[in-house]
């Protein structure tokens, strides 16, 4: 048939985007905002997954290909790197201590990275997106879209 079908999901915690962290039983959001800080690309994992495991599917997310990547260490890896050399994405990742070059970083283009910190300070305004009271992925990621909607409208009804 045409029909586009869904990818199966995983079965259990895995699979509605729920795992063990630090902080306890919790889902990470992997964010991509654009230049204003609104969000761009959103994707839910288990609260165990690195930055480096969530880069792949947040930047397969359909949305407009970034100029630059502002990260903080966690998304210093060899392969991301990589990655961003071959799209022509300029990286922007302060190295981890145990990086044997350490890469100078321009320290007035990071300063932008709170912007992505920002983004995340308002969406979690919102109580439900922040305390996660969902039971299902595809419900809390389709609140985390309507935060982000919300987001988007505040930013142009406040621009007229």
């Known amino acids: 048939s045409a029909r ?12 509605e985007g729920l795992g063990r962290s630090r902080g306890g039983f919790s889902t990470k959001i992997h964010l991509r905002t654009n230049g204003l800080g609104l969000p761009v690309a959103v994707v839910l994992t288990g609260g165990q997954v690195s930055d480096v495991k969530g880069y792949a599917p947040v930047m397969a997310e359909p949305g407009p290909e970034p100029k630059v990547l502002l990260g903080d260490t966690g ?3 060899d392969a991301i790197l990589a990655d961003l050399k071959d799209r022509g994405i300029a990286a922007v990742i302060p190295p981890k201590r145990n990086r044997k070059v350490q890469p100078i970083i321009d320290g007035h283009l990071y300063a932008l990275r709170n912007l992505v910190e920002r983004c995340f300070s308002k969406l979690k305004h919102s109580r439900r997106l922040a305390t996660r009271y969902d039971k299902t992925a595809d419900s809390y990621i389709g ?3 309507v935060a982000s909607t919300r987001l988007w409208v505040r930013h142009f009804v406040n621009r007229t």
Request: net charge positive; hydrophobic share 30%; no cysteine.
């Open 4 to 15: 586009r079908r869904r990818p199966k999901k995983a079965s259990g915690p895995e699979g």
């Open 75 to 77: 998304y210093d890896a």
């Open 143 to 145: 609140f985390v879209l």
